[in-house]
């Protein structure tokens, strides 16, 4: 198996004893955390949710946190084999695409990528033009595709209810929830998105915490509550234990209320308009008839 094929119908692989190694790369105008993943037996690798910068006031895109991640990579002399999505982000650009076209690197989002593509093609009048398939992907995710990472085996769970396409990527010892969860003092994503669902949320949840308790949690965002430093790491136990909205015995009906509730009071993230248009896109801008790059602002429709 070459480490661009998907194995579909087989059993989840968990080896604990295989411990990738983790750089992670702390963007503070998203709160994002994206992640160089290396294979510990060979010098591959996969980035997990990068971002592309914008000065969405100028309408200006730029490369700077993408060129850190590229540079890491380059430095180290790895070899980029997968470029993994967690899901549609509504609150930052990807930057899949720029980073492919310098170092390569399959790109790979949750198969329910064509619902996402299916209403917001509509929200922003993409037209027929726009293919809503995933087309735009390498490859769509399934719940319990199995791929590889050189020789570390890893395998992907949909778990739904922050968005339809959210999917949790472990690789050995290590699980990149993306917004599934948050650090426990976090609590959770919100559910409100068109598609996402309290009730999901809390089951995709307990899906993650039903791995083994010493398997290291990489969060995707991180807002450092009540003042304290950022944190992207921690471990299934501690989540099981401590998280402020799942955590301990709280029930599922308690979360549902509290999500929904937390969810009304919410705004919109700042930077959804221009997230989505890419985003939906594999990261790749949207153009104009002329070929140049565009973005629309729909009123009145989120």
């Not at 070459?2 to 190694?21: H, K, L, R, Y």
């Not at 999500?259 to 930077?271: F, Y």
């Amino acid at each position: 198996m070459t480490d661009d094929q998907i194995v579909t119908g087989v059993e989840m692989p968990i080896s604990m004893d295989v411990q990738p190694e983790v750089a992670a790369f702390f963007d503070p105008a998203t709160n994002t955390i994206s992640y160089v993943v290396k294979d510990p037996a060979s010098r591959a690798c996969a980035v997990i949710d990068s971002v592309m910068d914008i000065d969405y006031a100028a309408g200006r895109i730029t490369s700077k946190n993408a060129d850190k991640i590229i540079a890491f990579i380059q430095e180290n002399n790895l070899n980029l084999v997968w470029q993994i999505e967690s899901h549609v982000h509504a609150d930052h650009l990807s930057a899949a695409p720029y980073i492919q076209d310098k170092l390569g690197g399959k790109i790979g989002v949750g198969q329910n990528i064509t619902m996402v593509q299916d209403v917001f093609g509509k929200v922003f009048n993409e037209g027929t033009e726009f293919q809503r398939d995933g087309s735009q992907f390498d490859r769509l995710f399934k719940e319990g595709d199995v791929y590889h990472v050189g020789e570390m085996t890893c395998f992907a769970m949909h778990t739904p209810g922050h968005t339809p396409a959210c999917m949790v990527h472990v690789m050995g010892n290590a699980a990149f929830v993306g917004d599934t969860l948050f650090m426990p003092d976090g609590g959770s994503a919100r559910a409100d998105f068109p598609g996402g669902c309290a009730a999901e949320l809390y089951d995709s949840i307990q899906r993650v915490l039903a791995l083994p308790d010493e398997m290291r949690l990489f969060m995707c965002h991180d807002y450092g509550p009540n003042g304290r430093e950022i944190q992207w790491e921690t471990t299934v136990a501690e989540e099981k234990a401590t998280n402020i909205h799942v955590g301990g015995d709280k029930t599922k009906e308690h979360f549902v209320k509290f999500r929904t509730e937390r969810d009304a009071m919410l705004d919109m993230p700042k930077l959804i308009i221009p997230a989505l248009q890419v985003n939906m896109r594999a990261g790749e801008i949207p153009r104009d008839e002329h070929g140049d790059p565009v973005l629309k602002v729909p009123v009145n429709k989120l």
